[in-house]
């Protein structure tokens, strides 16, 4: 990790380092690099950036007031970067622009800015490869924001200009090696750039003169060179820090030591052995309150720099200019000599990573020193003076790591212990979810952890490592109280007894050598003598122990393994009472029910399985399996009981937090917790809230909301029911705008087309004048409702026309702009504009069809109000008697068409030519008489010329009147269209 930073000493904006130590090996703990600025003196705003190539905003921010310090830590904003390991970061002075250089040889400018809900964002505005393919090593911004300086594996550097995007030096042909860091001069008066490489060269660069210039679309000139020292150091350069007041550049290096040279000439004055590796130093102010508190006395002669440096040693030493030993030193960050037997390489290489800094930088007043750790924390260091020492005031976790196991502690302060990839075991405070202390003192990897409460409200911390022993840590002052050795093994799984009365009088433990081993946790509390007894141990398994827990009477103690069983054993001799079979996989995890005589299990297999756990004598079923839940797609890793056993909650490989209801087997809900497994489950002793973790890196917690959102869930039916009860009221008094308005609110739009409906119905002449009043006052959100409910409306042929009076009253009440703001404006106009063309067809088509049925009409004397209309229809009533219909006047009976002729009697009769022929008294039908006599449904009968007759009897008509006039061109038999046979 390294720090960017705007520093007051004098220091440059920014420096990055190369991935690995001096030898160039890279060690196995995730590394980050960071930028820092500060918004004002209790608020520190960090860009970090992990190899991985993600980049995140972090403002961390302290309040220290006369009863107490506060301090917070918030996630402002996150970009995933392009998935290449990075090796530089910098940061400008305001804090807005942030560079970040990958392996790739990419460099990206990402600019933070409000996201106008209250956060922050970063968006990318640039990216470009400054040396090609050679990656970016260091990258400095200088004071005005305006330059960035880049150093590359190419052995050149080169400056940029950020606005404009152009490079302007370029620096070449000086060092040997690759560029490893870079620094403006603080000064806006001094135009220089100095740069400093692997091969311990120094140089000092003009921004000045024509030599040094290079305009756009021209390649810059490789001049400049005010100064050059080949032999600065013997190995890599790894910082420049300048102080304007003393006139001094200072340089640290690989080679253990730190040189001081003259600023305008870079002549050499001092040289410092330090004796450790240094992989990053900073300038302290004579008046600061590190070299104040901590009486530091001024170097030898009275004229010097006093400067802090970090590196493999993993301790803050201050030095002043040539002396021959440190003024002060902070403690390590591991408690050295720690290494024990059976940590592998890979542990040691992590514990070598977390116990070195990689960068350090002063905040913006100079009081106090921000380390990088080589495992992601930044430290920020305060001077006590008291003790005239350096302390951590504040540490925060840049990245977690895989997280693999975790606990709440029962009382305040509740804090939440978390097993990382790491030896070290962190303490968050789960209101800020900042780390506010760690548990120092595994040689390797710590695997589970267990927190209780004892009955005098100590509270304890059990943890099992790698390095096969397992220790007890006292949570208040963070102090290992013993170590119990006996395991050959890894210790996968520790447990406490649960929260009870009787505290916590022993603990167990199980691992890698199959072993399950009960601690005597009273009689070390007694002793004091450090060291954690075993009182009982057997081989539990044919496999490797994943989990263990005791039971609430602490008579019963469980055991799981990878040997696809879990067994119940009895205290304190540990008698096996029962092996539970059933998993076809490794059993991950088990729980004991707080309430109930039952056992929850976790498997591989992607079940959680409920068993019964009866002690007691003459019990027949314990050892039963009660139940078998379902519902995660991979392996169960951890399980817990809550809400007083009636309730089970489950993480998994799928990254899923499941509740259960213990009872039905119901699962009440599914979380999408984590992006990959979830390994970490923790649950309060309240059950207030649930804390879980995963191998993305990542921590949540989880409030329980089940009486909140049943309030909520009442409060809303409530007011529905009132709002209901109020449009109900508005829509019978007529208030329109009023209904209109509750019916959008309670998100109906049957009962909004209603309103509508019954609005443009009862006032035919003023009904558009009152809607357009209606939609007058929407705006933004109401008025989209109103336009999604006209586009369903819109596409029913019943609904359409109160859909477009809806429309037009709205494009006459809102302007462009107005309607422009509207939420999916454009999808909605779309829509509305093709249906709206199918109805206008529809209506057109409709439009034109009236005219055919008004001439009918008016033929037929239907439609007379004058005398010419009169004379026509007697003229049509002729033509009629011709073709030997007869009209239907006031007083004459209805008469019929003529008998066939007899030319016509010999054709064969069918059903059209009886029902056409003149009915006889034999005929008479089986019906009543006066039926008979009433005309039939088919003859053609005209009413007096006030009504209006049937649409289908004109069509009838047409129909018939054509049938006759094709029989007198062509009197041989045919068929009528209605199928009829007619005879001329």
Known sequence: MAIATPARDGGGDGDGTNDGDGDGRETRAPKARAARRETRADEVVYACATREGGVSLTRSTTRRGDAATTSTTTALA???????????????????????????????????????????????????????????????????????????????????????????????????????????????????AFTAAEDGSLAMWSLTGEAGVGKKGKKASSDGCVAFVANAHVSAVTSIRIDV???????????????????????????????????????????????????????????????????????????????????????????????????????????????????????HDGNRLIGVSGDARLLTYQANAETTSLEIERE??????????????????????????????????PTTMSCVGSLNGHSAVVLSVDATMTTDGTALILTGAKDHTVRLWDAATRECIAVGEGHVGAVAAVAFPPNSKNGAPFAISGGVDRVLRVWDIDGVRRNGDGELNATAA????????????????????????????????????????????GHRRGVWACAFSPSDRVLATAGGDKMVKIWSADDRAGSDTNGACLRTLEGHTAAVLSIKFMSRGTQLVTTGGDGLLNLWNVTSGSCAAS??????????????????????????????????????????????????????????????????????????????????????????????????????????????????RVLKCVREWNTNGRTCHVAQHVLAAIFRTHTMEELSKVPEISQITRACRAYTERHRSRLERLYRGTFL???????????????????????????????????????????????????????????????????????????????????????????????????????????????QRKLLRDPSPRHTRSGKKLSG
Not at 930 to 936: N, Q, S
Request: overall charge negative; some cysteine.
């Open 78 to 192: 996150r970009d995933e970067g392009d998935g290449e390991a990075m090796t530089s970061i910098a940061m400008d002075r305001s804090g807005t622009k942030v560079f970040c250089a990958s392996r790739s040889g990419r460099v990206v400018r990402l600019d933070a800015m409000e996201d106008g809900r209250g956060g922050t964002t970063m968006r990318r505005t640039k990216a470009w490869s400054p040396h090609k393919t050679s990656p970016v090593l260091d990258m400095c911004v200088d004071v005005t924001g305006t330059l960035l300086c880049t150093g590359s594996a190419d052995r050149t550097a080169r400056v940029w200009d950020i606005e404009r995007g152009y490079c302007t030096h370029a620096f070449r042909g000086k060092h040997g090696g690759a560029v490893t860091a870079t620094a403006f001069h603080p000064s806006v008066r001094e135009a220089r």
């Open 853 to 963: 049925v008004d001439t009918l009409l008016s033929r037929t004397g239907a439609l007379v109000d004058d005398e010419e209309s009169m004379e026509e229809v007697r003229r049509t009533h002729e033509t009629l008697d011709n073709f030997g219909f007869m009209r239907a006047d006031d007083d004459a009976p209805p008469r019929r068409l003529p008998a066939p002729t007899a030319s016509e009697e010999d054709e064969p009769a069918d059903v059209a030519d009886e029902e056409m022929a003149e009915p006889s008294e034999d005929d008479e039908p089986a019906g009543e008489g006066e039926a008979a006599e009433k005309v039939r449904e088919d003859d053609v009968v005209m009413g007096p010329p006030k009504k209006l007759k049937r649409l289908n009897a004109i069509k009838r008509l047409a129909s018939d009147v054509e049938d």
């Open 671 to 784: 979380i999408d917790a984590h992006e990959d497994k979830a390994w970490a489950l923790a649950v309060a002793s309240d059950g207030d809230w649930i804390a879980t973790g995963g191998t993305d890196a990542s921590m949540a917690l989880w409030k329980d909301s089940t009486s909140s959102t049943t309030a909520d869930a009442a409060k809303k039916h409530a007011l529905a029911v009132e709002r209901e009860q109020a449009f109900f009221n508005a829509e019978r008094s007529g208030e329109v705008t009023k209904a209109i308005d509750l019916a959008l609110r309670l998100e109906r739009p049957g009962a909004l087309l209603r309103v509508l409906t019954k609005l443009l119905e009862s006032d035919y002449e003023n009904g558009d004048a009152r809607l357009r009043k209606c939609v007058e006052p929407l705006h933004e959100d109401k008025l989209a």
């Open 396 to 429: 925060i976790v840049a990245n977690t790591d895989e997280v693999i196991d975790e606990r709440t502690l029962a009382r305040p302060p509740r804090e939440v212990a978390v097993v990382t990839n790491s030896p070290t075991v962190r303490m968050f405070d």
């Open 538 to 581: 057997t081989v539990a398994h044919d496999k490797s122990l994943n989990g263990v827990a005791v039971a609430p009477h602490l008579r019963m103690v469980a055991t799981c393994s990878s040997d696809k069983t879990a067994k119940i054993w009895k205290m304190p001799d540990l008698v096996p009472l029962a092996t539970l079979r």
């Open 245 to 363: 007041e003393s006139n001094t550049l200072l340089t640290a290096g690989r080679d253990k030591i730190v040189r001081t040279f003259d600023l305008d000439t870079l002549n050499p004055r001092t040289t410092t052995a330090v004796h450790e590796t240094i992989e990053d130093c900073v300038i302290l102010r004579p008046d600061s309150a590190i070299v104040r508190d901590c009486k530091v006395k001024p170097p030898p002669g009275g004229r010097g720099v006093i400067f802090a440096v970090v590196g493999d040693g993993g301790r803050v030493r201050v030095w002043r200019e040539n002396a021959a030993k440190h003024s002060i030193e902070s403690a390590p960050l591991v408690a050295v000599n720690t290494l024990t037997k059976g940590g592998d390489d890979n542990d040691e290489d992590f514990e070598a990573a977390a116990g070195t800094f990689t960068k350090c930088a002063l905040t």
